[in-house]
């Protein structure tokens, strides 16, 4: 009979387990945290962080690191709002054409950031930032620094339309997680992410196309975080540049706490959804349970950290950097 | 080393050199006519350049803010262009840097309208012009043990807004829609920013006139939309139905409140903001918002140029004007439901044109120290 209690089943379950326990524990202070109405409102929070956290998943799992989520999130948010008002400023009226445009956009930003990191050689930490902060300055180019609203009722509806009380964002957002598993479990180019992050020379002595594998990832990368940027459209009513503020802090730690490690090769999407549900769940619980603000950010970046102790595999890796 | 690091140490020691020889040589002009007499010789300055240096661009306010320095340039029939933009990002080190090559590239023929970015950081910075002989005019950001007529003609003027008082005002015109009873929530700006404490510190002041209503809680929305709406969601799961009224620090909160309440099927809420943005008074007009307060950022970026300006022309002599011409308050207009579409048309619509000269009409009065 297989032993339940290994080492590496606990391991495996750890983020999901710190995810209960922080549950029980807010529940335990506020009663009201759990109800159906406030894990709609986590959901809500959680929806486009976790699309940006997907997306950064494939990136890690590559041993390679993302950092321009929050310039490429303003620069499609805008973007997207530009083309729908252009289109006649509902989906109805031909805008549902602005969806795949910005996707397709999405992802050839991350095409681009991919190529400057692997055919200029630039580590991608600095290449992915550096493109972050020209999505940025582009959004304050088109925009002049004021906001865009965008306010149609059936776009809204991703946000307003509920089923058995979730918004319709959050099943969307649920979809797109199904493709990113897919991805990562039944593709080749899924095999491949975890072959590079697991040991670049040997994937590339093995006749995998690390170059192409890398320009895939980044390319994926930016598809996703366009998905997150026309979700969090929905979900505030209008794009400006700094629309995609705080994405990388709650997108990075939310892939490492669900157990996905920074060096590569290990965890996957579903960790990532355990890791954005913790960090949402953190945000809302402390405020539910009325901790004072000047102790949030401190216990925020405990619990991150005890987060990261609990559920990551520390023993298998020689040195951490 | 590689290449890449040396090539780049070698050039910024050129551009470094460069830029100091450029300093040392617009010094020594500046120092010249020190050498043929008195200041009184160099108290006008014909046609001199100005510059605006201010955080940044992707901001509605600062976006006001320029125009206003703009329209003046053009008023006194100059090119847009002609009004040099000094963005320092935030940064207190470069905005002292940036204004410090400004007075170095003109030889101090200079008016400049400033925010320091950082209360300490308007010393150094007034000090330098006044060193080079140039004009400045700031807003916000100054030490209160720092005033302009112990600088001299070169600080000409200081301006900030007040904003305990129209905060207060917000919360009566809240508190009275919410029937003078229930629970209010409060979405803060940066905690330790001083417009979000005033604005805290004016809802707190109405409160004390309405027994009945109980602050449930004020928590830090960083003046973002998205953390307004988290905020908002994570309050209506701790407070529920007893919260009857929501007073933000500014209008993007505000907006961020709307769409959190929106996503739960809440309608008619009563809302009060701040800033006077134009998304804002049209929530306003549409009564999805009670009230907000404009502060006239276009007239102040104007006003504040324009008084560095003519004090360097030598159209008016700072030190003869009384204190409350040299430090006051801006203007602030609540605008309500009743006022909102005369105020848009008469502040959004079209951009009232403003008497340039006309420098303390709107003001507030005196700046009062606690």
Known sequence: MPRILTRENAIRWAPFLVLLALVILFTAINPSFLSQRNFARIAIAAAPALMVAVGVTFIIVMGSIDLSMEGVISLTAVLFCFLVLALGGTLASGGWIAIPVILVAGAAIGLVNGLIHVRLKIPSFMASLALGFVGTGAAILLTGGNIVKFDDPTFRALLTWRILGFPLMVYVAGMCLVLAWFIQAHTRLGRHFYAVGGGEELAHASGVRVRQVRLAGFSLAGFFYAIAAILQVAKIGQAESVTGSNFMFMSITSVVVGGVALWGGIGGVWNTLVGVLIVAVINNGMVVIGLPDFLQAAVLGLLVIIAVILSTDRRSVAFVK | ?370
């Open chain 2, 1 to 370: 080393m590689s290449t890449f690091i040396k090539d780049f140490i070698e050039r910024e020691t050129i551009s470094r050199r460069n830029f100091l020889l450029a300093t040392a040589a617009g010094m020594g002009a500046m120092a010249a006519p020190f050498a043929f007499g008195s200041g009184a010789a160099r108290a006008a300055i014909t046609d001199p350049a100005i510059a605006w240096s201010y955080r940044d661009r992707a901001s509605a306010y600062w976006n006001s803010i320029v125009s206003g320095g703009e329209a003046f340039v053009e008023a006194i029939g100059k090119s847009k262009d002609s009004l040099v933009s000094l963005i320092n990002e935030g940064s207190s080190e470069k905005s002292l840097a940036d204004i410090k090559a400004f007075l170095a590239k003109t030889n101090g023929k200079c008016a400049i309208a400033c925010d320091a970015n950082d209360s300490p950081n308007a010393r150094p910075v007034v000090e330098a012009v006044r060193d080079a002989g140039a004009y400045i005019s700031t807003i916000w950001n100054k030490t209160d043990d720092l005033h302009p007529w112990d600088i001299g003609d070169n600080y000409v003027s200081h301006m900030t807004w007040s904003d305990e008082k129209p905060a207060e005002q917000t919360a009566r015109i809240l508190f009275e829609a919410m029937g003078g009873k229930g629970g209010v929530v409060h979405l803060g700006g940066i905690a330790a920013n001083n417009p979000a404490i005033e604005r805290l510190n004016g809802l707190k002041n109405a409160l004390k006139d309405f027994p009945d209503i109980e602050l449930l809680d004020a928590q830090p929305a960083d003046w973002d939309t998205t953390k307004g709406t988290e905020l908002m969601a994570s309050f209506l799961t701790r407070f529920g139905d007893k919260i009857t009224g929501v007073h933000c620090a500014n209008d993007n909160i505000a907006y961020g409140v709307i769409e959190a309440l929106r996503a739960e099927g809440i309608e008619n809420m009563p809302i009060v903001a701040y800033d006077g943005n134009p998304e804002a008074v049209k929530l306003v007009m549409d009564g999805k918002l009670l009230a907000t307060v404009f502060t006239n950022p276009h007239w102040g970026g104007g006003i504040t140029a324009a008084l560095a300006y003519y004090a360097a022309t030598g159209a008016f002599k700072p030190s003869e004007e009384p204190k409350e011409h040299r430090e006051f308050y801006g203007p602030t207009i609540l605008v309500t439901k009743k006022d909102a579409a005369d105020f848009k048309a008469k502040y959004l619509d079209a951009v009232p044109s403003y008497d340039w000269k006309d420098f303390w009409g709107p003001s507030n009065g005196q700046i009062k120290y606690k």
